[in-house]
């Protein structure tokens, strides 16, 4: 690999150490610590919430860090906008664009700072050329002139980076660019990236994607729980290495799994299809079975809980609850024969914020605890007062409003909610996300212990230990199609993770 | 491992006492400022205190007092019926039409009701089934409602119905300055009141209001509650026509016009939230005969009805100007109160 080096001695393009960032209780970044060299590309990668899109946020200026140092050329910045980062030389592109779709090509590359010829007119003659000239040397033919609207996203992505160029942006940070490019258009972008290196630009590239990462990148940095890891010339690493890297922890100790018995099926899933979003999904869970469903954010595995719950429609497949075909589309059957779904999103799924915690945990069952059509507060607290307490729910009145509480609270109220309802199969879609240590291990003990007394459970997760910790059999998906399933035993670490980001196809 | 088992934790239900929960919240004060303009005008303005100043002020206010019950429910779900007075106005013609036309009154006045449930049919079509937000959907159907209903009608005026009907929407409740009229609405305000209050569904309406996606996560159907709540708006707003008729013996096209901004005032300021989750039915009632005691009593005291529009739109731009100021105060004592949480926990 011709890698173009700086001189040694001149300092890094941007340098970052030791920096911290939380939010509230939760912290997001414990040492972000990055280093990028003009003229190269390095590749940062790490599970979910490793931490990476906090980091970027910073570089970007749209969030504040608490501690640490950041430095541009050797000179400490600290930026409060994301204005104050774009004037430094540093261009993020995003996954997905943000353009203006009526307005041209051109026009978006210089929005809010085109060149003024005589009497203050845009000098659209010069802003024509530049943008020619820009996409020349890119080796890209897109029509400076054409309008963006139904340009590819792949096109966006160059606009962005043109845009970045003309402002001549030192340091390029893309953020997952190729989730969503074809074969040719990752290739085009690579050699856009390597023009950009050989003109002694540094890039930052974030890709779940091993093989990209290995084909395009200089150096590689892995980060873990929100902490740096390594930075390793890429030449000297595997991808077992960086697997490895990424998952690194001991993961049985953290999760006291129940021995549970497991009885009959009690959810059969059978080809379920939705065009363009999953693809033939079939599986079971059993009584007092808990089942991980993991994968990538992304990957299609919240839509498959959905579509089962009936909230979403599928086009095709089949869905057996109990023995018995459940119709699709329709929540409130569902729940009747004894589904229940802990949404993906707790604060818009899951909750009703602005209402208290006595009336989100007795929503679902607001039917159940009426009698004669009649339902009364005292009934509602009194339902309430049992599951907050099974739950060990922090808060002082029952009539608190639920958006009040911490996130790890808010998560038991919408777990009580769904208990509540007794149900017979529970999907819970990443019931530990956004919530401190110390709760999260009161959700898997009390999810190993529902196992136990025979809920059948499927567990979507983004968050590999706690897969490998709590399931008995691990299935994974990768964009839309299960690509692995694993017993409790021949789930590693690596396995997962393998199955997970790399091509099926490279799998074959 | 073993699991000791869970300490089991008793929860207060609420966080204040009764009387302050009962005493301290918008609709109370509401009722207060009801109360107190009640007894300033019995006490200052000539009159006030007659027993026919109270019943042409009920009677004046059946209408809207009818239809601000289905509008409470609607409002709370983040939705709203601006067609309601339009269909006052079908319902009106309607009756007045199969009246003339030689039919008994009583199938003549089913009819027109029928209409209007027919007409909240529509709405809740529109709404729930095309997809179309509500304030578009009913400012189409307001025009189109009173167009249809000025078409049949003309300019011309219907003002023959049978004494026996009309007495009936005239009388008092013997021995009473109260209309009789009142009796109907106090049924139909229990029935909604249990319904938003009391039972499953009404705890629905306020999950939607709030947060629609959680609500049908929770296994609420908001199509079909948004629909059932058209309809029932429908169907009162056409009960409504035909009383309207009845009281004033005169059926027109043009009856009603502008009644549902008149609705919409007194629901907003009975302390519903125009975005919906908040609110109470005894609050309503309570803004709807606020804003009509205040008016009337000012009437009385010789205020040009220019003067008591000010007065009257003023008093909803402090009513909602009240609400978000409250709001806000609400927001900023919990973040202070986050503040403080997470510094303890930092401290830790």
Redesign the interface.
């Given at each position: 690999m011709d890698t173009a080096r700086v001189p040694s001695g001149a300092p890094p393009a941007l340098e970052l150490s030791r920096v911290v960032k939380s939010f509230?209780?939760v912290v997001a970044l414990r040492s972000g610590t990055l280093t990028l060299e003009s003229g190269s590309i390095h590749a940062l990668i790490g599970e979910n919430g490793a931490g990476k899109s906090t980091l970027v946020k910073i570089v970007a200026g749209l969030y504040r860090r608490d501690a640490g140092e950041f430095r541009l050329a050797g000179e400490p910045v600290d930026f409060t906008s994301t204005a104050q980062s774009k004037a430094a030389g540093i261009a993020v592109i995003y996954q997905e664009p943000t353009l203006f779709p009526d307005l041209s090509v051109t026009e978006n590359i210089f929005m809010g700072r085109q060149p003024s010829g005589r009497f203050g007119r845009i000098d659209r003659k010069a802003m024509r050329a530049e943008a020619a000239e820009i996409f020349g040397r890119l080796g890209v033919t897109i029509d400076p002139d054409r309008i963006t609207e139904g340009l590819s996203i792949a096109d966006q992505q160059i606009i962005e980076i043109a845009k970045a160029i003309s402002l001549d942006a030192r340091v390029l940070i893309m953020d997952e660019p190729t989730a969503a490019l074809s074969g040719v258009e990752v290739e085009r972008l690579f050699a856009v990236a390597r023009s950009l290196r050989d003109e002694g630009r540094a890039l930052l590239f974030i890709s779940h994607r091993f093989d990209e990462v290995f084909a395009l990148c200089d150096t590689v940095t892995v980060m873990r729980d929100g902490s740096y890891v390594a930075t390793t010339p890429i030449v000297e690493t595997t991808v077992d290495e960086l697997v490895r890297q990424m998952v690194g922890r001991d993961v049985s100790e953290l999760f006291?799994k129940?021995e549970a018995e497991l009885g009959d099926d009690r959810l059969v899933v059978q080809g379920l299809t939705r065009a363009g979003v999953f693809h033939d999904i079939s599986f079971r869970v059993r009584s007092g079975e808990i089942v991980g469903l993991a994968g990538l954010v992304g990957a299609g595995r919240s839509e498959v809980a959905r579509a089962i719950f009936g909230?979403d429609q599928y086009d095709s497949g089949s869905v057996v609850l109990g023995g018995k075909p459940l119709p699709k589309g329709n929540?409130?059957v569902a729940?009747a024969r004894g589904l229940a779904?802990v949404?993906e999103d707790r604060r818009?799924?899951?909750?009703?914020?602005?209402?208290t915690v006595?009336?989100n945990v007795?929503?679902?069952i607001?039917?159940a605890?009426?009698k004669l059509?009649?339902?009364?507060?005292g009934a509602e607290?009194a339902s309430?007062?049992v599951w907050?307490?099974?739950l060990?729910v922090k808060?002082?009145?029952?009539?608190?409003e639920v958006g009040?509480l911490?996130g790890g609270n808010q998560q038991k109220v919408v777990l009580g909610?769904w208990l509540a309802t007794e149900p017979s199969v529970l999907i819970v879609d990443e019931p530990t996300r956004g919530i401190d240590v110390g709760t999260k291990a009161e959700v898997h003990?009390l999810l190993s212990?529902l196992a136990q007394e025979g809920l059948a459970i499927l567990m979507i997760s983004s968050e590999l230990p706690e897969v490998l910790g709590m399931a008995d059999r691990v299935l994974v998906m990768r964009e839309g199609r299960i690509t692995g399933e694993f017993s409790r035993e021949a789930a590693t670490p690596e396995a997962v993770m393998f199955a997970a980001t790399a091509d099926a196809g490279a799998l074959a | 491992?073993t699991?000791a088992p869970?300490?089991?934790?008793?929860?207060?239900?609420?966080?204040h006492p009764l009387w302050r929960r009962a005493l301290v919240n918008r609709e109370a004060a509401v009722i207060g400022l009801l109360l107190i303009v009640i007894a300033v005008s019995l006490a200052v303005v000539p009159n006030f205190d007659s027993p026919l100043t109270v019943t042409y002020l009920l009677r004046d206010l059946a209408p809207i007092l009818l239809i601000a019950l289905p509008m409470t429910l609607i409002i709370i779900t983040e939705e709203i019926d601006l067609s309601v007075a339009s269909i006052v106005g079908l319902s009106s013609v309607m009756t007045g039409v199969l009246t003339q036309a030689g039919w008994p009154f009583a199938a003549a006045a089913l009819t027109a009701i029928l209409v209007g449930s027919l007409a909240g049919v529509i709405n809740g079509f529109l709404v729930t089934v095309v997809g179309l937000p509500s304030l578009a959907v009913t400012i189409g159907t307001l025009a189109l409602f009173r167009g249809i209903a000025v078409g049949l009608l003309g300019t011309t005026a219907i003002t023959d119905f049978p004494e026996f009907w009309t007495d009936l929407a005239r009388d008092n409740i013997p021995g009473t300055p109260i209309p009789l009229v009142m009796i109907l609405f106090l049924v139909l305000a229990v029935g909604f009141a249990?319904l938003l209050h009391?039972?499953?569904f009404?705890?629905?309406l306020?999950?939607i209001g709030?947060?629609r996606?959680?609500?049908?996560?929770?296994?609420?159907?908001v199509g079909r509650a948004k629909f059932t709540l058209f309809v029932l708006s429908g169907t009162v707003s056409g009960l409504a026509g035909v009383y309207f008729t009845l009281v004033y013996s005169n059926a027109r096209g043009d009856n009603a016009t502008g009644m549902e901004l008149q609705v919409i005032a007194a629901v907003l300021l009975g302390g519903v939230s125009i975005f919906g989750?908040?609110g109470a039915l005894h609050g309503v009632i309570a803004g709807v005969l606020l804003i009509g005691t205040l008016s009337s009593a000012l009437r009385l005291a010789n205020v040009g009805s220019d003067i008591i529009n000010v007065i009257t739109g003023l008093l909803l731009v402090l009513s909602v100007v009240s609400a978000s100021f409250l709001g806000w105060l609400r927001t900023q004592r919990?973040a202070a109160?986050?503040r403080r949480?997470?510094t303890q926990?930092?401290v830790s």
């Open positions: 509230g209780p006291p129940l909230v929540p409130r729940m779904l949404p818009k799924q899951g909750l009703v914020l602005d209402a006595s009336r007795t929503l679902a607001r039917g605890l009426s059509g009649l339902i009364t507060s607290n309430a007062q907050a307490s099974r060990e808060t002082a009145f029952l009539d608190a009040t911490s909610k003990r212990q | 491992m699991t869970a300490p089991v934790r008793t929860y207060r239900a609420h966080a249990v009391f039972t499953p009404g705890r629905s306020y999950a709030l947060n996606e959680a609500a049908s996560f929770s296994g609420v159907d989750g908040r919990l109160l986050g949480k997470s926990r930092s």
